[in-house]
């Protein structure tokens, strides 16, 4: 028997007593050990209690170490194969070797061994996160995973398509797959003797290299819900007669009202107007959609729309929460047609600033539907077209649409003087082909028309948290904690290695300033990624904690009941708080459950979103690499080390690696001086830009090789 089965097998005898200690001579009679193999166990027990795992009391007996320094999670792995488990105050870090045999998402206990000390720039102590040793798998997780069915020596495995997963799945039987198939695989047990996991094939989902096949397996990979049962959608048709039965409401159908959407948008939650009240000051006026008039508590539809948490967008389609005759339908601020809005009123005083607020049921009707690049061409001028001025109605609208943006940008800056971070990066939409092929990538920027939009529903979500706390009513908060300390010295040791000094980012608001000074750096959008990485995860709670990226103390999300159900129970928390029953419509801890259920839907969602876009990307890059006349494409060097230098692709927020060494490619010469491919590589310094070509795309391991094509731009 070798130590690790023997590990296994001491940790299970604690597992049914781990409150009780034993000795050497019962854990040997239990392991059935005799003669020289009872010799071994005292070595074996002598190095799990130096490796944490088991805690020796006098008298050569042994326990579990269980108390402070033991923890339960749900451990997540990075593509590395490091695993990170939640713990309160912060997370604990397994290395590969003390994972035993966890796998993504599975519910562990873990005992911490020692800090994790890294050195930064200058030598100095970058952080002290916790390490810890996986003890117990107290849970499995009971996602299934999609994977690549392939023979190896003999013998079949399934790798993952998830990177997460450190390990391919030993399987026996293939039920119909071909190699290179696309399966779904149950986890069944470890294979001890392989030292991975084991499982059986449940679906054959087609050949891997098919890219019509990609949404489906990324829906199956996350387990999404891609179609809605028979009695949902008939409350759906049902419940949009409910128009006929508004309610009292305040009659805003004379009003100038707009909304703003993306071009392929089809659910408009959305819409905008400003006035001027009674007392000269400027009323803002956030028009959300009524989802809570058409989706009522308890039924068939609100189950489905609280299992599904919120709609994910995949390039090619969606997985809406609502079916589509109320999400495209009757809950969609369409123009020209009357509508039930939830809104929110915002007074401002001269300088722009929120000074009252207050709230009302409304039918509107949008007077007119622009999409983001209609109204940055109207707020713009007409510039880029040469559109003449609009007269009439049209004329009215482009006023609106100035007097928005003048407001909107005055919130902003107040934002980030506030603190607020700018960690918008811009934004990639990817182009779709027949046959689930990927055909151009096009950037989306954050131009003037979507800040006017985000800033009018950020104002309208703060109001909303506010109102409802205010009352004194439980609030579904929108949460994002400061970062820890040892994470903002982990970024500022990360900076320093890139060439940035700035010093401290811990003050209240150096981290906002920093970013400020770098946003038109080569390496700006590199640098917010890795801010990004040191921030907590925005999230959901029953208590308000306060929205550090925003530099806001309540906040909330309300604007998108359409697509996020956090939005709908926020609704008709509002409307319990406006009715003054002095009843909400949910309890905190009604809330507390709800907020974990939302996270984990947001979080899964957006996972989902990226997983397939990236596959798109390494697929479209392979494509190019096999073409063998790849074309040059601007990257910039975002570190360096011994083997080579690695490189993001402007806008497609892809890295791969250029090699000082490459076997693949010619070599190069060029550059000032005739200087040899070598010699310019040698001299790459982060933040340098440089055109670079694709060579290889391994996409199940997610590496990209790509060669130089031309020096750096000093």
């Not at 290395?95 to 994790?116: F, I, S, Y």
């Not at 470890?190 to 996991?197: D, E, F, H, I, K």
Request: proline content about 5%; hydrophobic content about 40%.
């Amino acid at each position: 028997m070798k130590y690790d089965e023997a590990r296994d097998r001491i940790l299970g005898i604690f597992k049914g007593a781990a409150r009780s200690a034993l000795s050497a001579g019962d854990i040997a009679d239990r392991l059935g050990l005799r003669g020289g193999r009872r010799k071994k166990l005292d070595g074996w027990l002598a190095r799990m209690a130096k490796e944490g795992l088991l805690a020796r009391e006098p008298g050569n007996r042994y326990r579990l170490p269980w108390g402070r320094d033991v923890y339960s999670g749900r451990v997540n792995f990075s593509r590395s194969g490091r695993g990170f488990v939640a713990v309160p105050g912060g997370e604990v870090v397994v290395e590969k070797d003390a994972l035993r045999t966890a796998l993504p998402g599975d519910r562990v206990k873990v005992v911490l061994t020692q800090g994790v000390g890294r050195r930064g720039g200058a030598g100095r102590r970058a952080s002290d996160r916790q390490q810890g040793r996986v003890v117990a798998i107290e849970e499995r997780s009971q996602r299934d995973v999609v994977g690549t069915l392939r023979r190896r020596g003999g013998k079949w495995t399934v790798i993952p398509f998830d990177p997460a997963y450190p390990q391919p799945f030993a399987v026996s039987s293939t039920e119909g797959a071909k190699d290179g198939d696309r399966v779904i695989v149950r986890f069944s047990g470890w294979l001890q003797s392989a030292g991975r996991p084991e499982g059986r094939i449940t679906e054959v989902i087609g050949p891997a290299d098919d890219p019509s096949l990609d949404t489906l397996s990324v829906i199956r990979q996350y387990a999404l819900r891609d179609e809605f049962p028979v009695p949902v959608i008939r409350e759906a048709e049902t419940a949009s007669q409910r128009r006929n039965d508004p309610g009292r409401r305040v009659d805003l159908r004379d009003r100038l009202v707009i909304t703003i959407d993306p071009l392929r948008a089809r659910d408009f939650d959305d819409a905008l107007s400003l006035e001027r009240g009674r007392d000269g000051c400027l009323v803002l006026g956030v028009h959300i959609a009524d989802v809570s008039h058409f989706v009522l508590p308890g039924t068939h539809l609100d189950r489905e729309a609280r299992e599904r948490g919120t709609s994910v967008y995949f390039p090619d389609k969606v997985l809406p929460m609502l079916p589509e005759q109320l999400s495209n339908g009757e809950c969609s601020l369409n123009p020209g047609v009357d509508r039930l809005a939830f809104s929110v009123f915002l007074r401002l005083d001269a300088r722009g600033t929120v000074s009252g607020r207050s709230f009302a049921k409304t039918i509107i009707r949008s007077s007119a539907r622009l999409t983001y690049e209609e109204a940055l061409e109207h707020l713009e001028g007409g510039v880029r077209t040469g559109r003449k001025r609009p007269a009439g109605r049209a004329a009215a609208v482009v006023r609106l649409l100035h007097d928005l943006n003048a407001i909107a940008q005055n919130m902003r800056r107040r934002r980030f003087e506030g603190g607020a971070l700018d960690l918008d990066s811009p934004e990639c939409e990817i182009v779709m082909g027949p046959n689930g092929m990927m055909t151009d990538i096009r950037p989306v920027p954050n131009d003037i028309s979507h800040q006017l939009v985000e800033e009018c529903m950020i104002a309208a979500n703060e109001a909303v948290a506010a109102e409802i706390v205010s009352r004194g009513y439980p609030v579904l908060a929108r949460v994002h904690d400061p970062p820890k300390e040892e994470k903002l010295q982990d970024l500022e040791c990360e900076l320093e290695n890139l060439g940035f000094r700035f010093g401290s980012l811990a003050g209240k608001g150096r981290l906002s300033s920093f970013l400020a000074s770098v946003s038109n750096h080569p390496l700006g959008e590199h640098v917010k990624m890795l801010v990004l990485r040191s921030m907590n995860r925005a999230m959901y709670a029953a208590e308000e904690r306060g929205h550090f990226g925003l530099a806001k103390a309540h906040y909330s999300h309300f604007t998108s009941p359409i697509r996020r159900y956090a939005d709908l129970v926020m609704h008709r928390q509002l409307a319990a708080c406006l009715a003054g029953a002095g009843r909400p419509a949910y309890s905190r801890e009604e809330l507390a459950r709800l907020a974990a259920e939302c996270t984990e839907a947001d979080w899964r969602a957006e996972e989902a979103e990226r997983r397939l876009v990236e596959l798109k990307k390494y697929r479209f890059l392979a494509r190019e690499a096999a073409s063998g006349a790849a074309p040059a494409r601007d990257a910039v060097v975002v570190s360096v080390a011994g083997f080579g230098v690695f490189v993001e692709l402007q806008g497609w927020q892809m890295q791969g690696l250029v090699a000082f060494r490459d076997r693949g490619e010619q070599s190069w010469r060029g550059g000032a001086g005739g200087r040899s491919r070598r010699q310019a590589l040698y001299s790459l310094r982060p933040g340098d830009k440089l055109k670079v070509r694709v060579l290889r795309v391994d996409e199940e391991r997610h590496r990209i090789d790509f060669a130089l094509v031309e020096p750096a731009v000093k």
